[in-house]
Structure formats: C-alpha cells, structure tokens
C-alpha cells in the first residue's frame, strides 16, 4: 500500500502573498479545512508545508502556506503534486477505497479466473467505473456496483467481479 496519498496539484498562483490555486484530487474539497500539513513533491524532493490559510474558488482549493509569502516562492511549483501520509487520511467508510490502493490489483472473476489488472479507476459522478486492462492487453470497463464488484482485499491486492451481460 502506498504510504502518501495524492489530495491535489498545484495549478496556479493566486494574488501576489504566496497562495496557490490547488485542485482537488480528493473527493472531498472541504478537507482541506481539516489538514493541517501536506507534502510537496518537486519532482526532486519532498517538503512538508503547514497550511496556514484555506478558502474555495469555483473547483479550487485556494491554500496559504506558512512561511510563503510571494509569489516568487511559490511560482516555481505551479504543476506539482500535494500529498498527505496515510495517517493523515480521513477515515474510509465501507466500500470505500483509496484509488492509489485498488491500481495494479489483481481482477478475478466469480469462477476464480484470472480476468486482468485494474489499470484505472474513472470517477463519473453517478459510480466509479473501473478500467481493466485483460491479458490478452484488451480494456474492459466494469461499473463499480455491488452487481459487478463481488469483493475488494487491499491487503492481498485482490478483487473478485461478475461481469454483467454487455460488458465484454
């Protein structure tokens, strides 16, 4: 399991004291109210900053960090990611999953053969859909609904699916 989880990027400076337009790669934009902390990855290294200052414009997070106070400081990482540990994470409830934990897992279906790797998860709005590239290299399209989503196991890198009439 991966130890940082992605919660934004950031894509633009916002005013001239430092502060960024972030956008969310959480499902959850109000969360940043409760961080306290984040890590920027530069690509090089990562720096942990404290959030000082949090407000929303349209789909943004607009984050202050302490110690950032021009936009000279800030403007050189325009496009890099902000993460958090996991221990930082909210709490998942049931059948909810990070998506940096269901990538590269294991796809079996109901008979217990081997069908493929989730490759990615596509967030719709309705439900979930997951990309699941086949061995044969072909991509599938599975829903993630209870009807086709029989069992997730993080620990074991492992789902089981029933693959609806259609879908191949």
């Known amino acids: 399991m991966e130890e940082l989880l992605q919660v934004g990027v950031i894509s633009s400076t ?18 940043y109210k409760e961080l306290k902390n984040v890590i ?10 404290e959030i000082q200052g949090v407000k929303f414009f349209k789909q943004f997070a607009i984050l202050k ?7 000279n400081e800030i403007e050189k990482y325009k496009g890099k990611s902000l993460w ?3 221990a930082d994470a909210l709490p ?3 059948d ?8 590269d897992m294991k796809v079996y279906l109901e008979d217990g053969s081997f069908f493929g790797v989730l490759k990615d998860v596509i967030e719709t ?8 590239e086949t061995e044969d ?31 191949l």
């Open 65 to 71: 960090f302490k110690g950032i106070d021009s936009i």
């Open 84 to 86: 958090i540990t996991r």
């Open 137 to 167: 290299g072909k991509e599938v399209l599975v829903p993630a609904i209870h009807d086709c989503i029989l069992e997730v196991d993080v620990e074991n890198r492992r789902m089981e699916i029933h693959l609806l009439d259609g879908l």
């Open 14 to 31: 916002h005013g001239i004291r430092g502060e960024v337009k972030v956008y969310p790669t959480t499902d959850d934009v109000n969360r």
């Open 96 to 103: 909810e999953y990070y998506i940096a934990d269901l990538l």
């Open 125 to 132: 709005g309705a439900n979930d859909v997951y990309a699941i």
């Open 40 to 49: 920027l990855d530069t690509g090089r290294e990562q720096i942990p900053l």
């Open 92 to 94: 998942l409830g049931e």
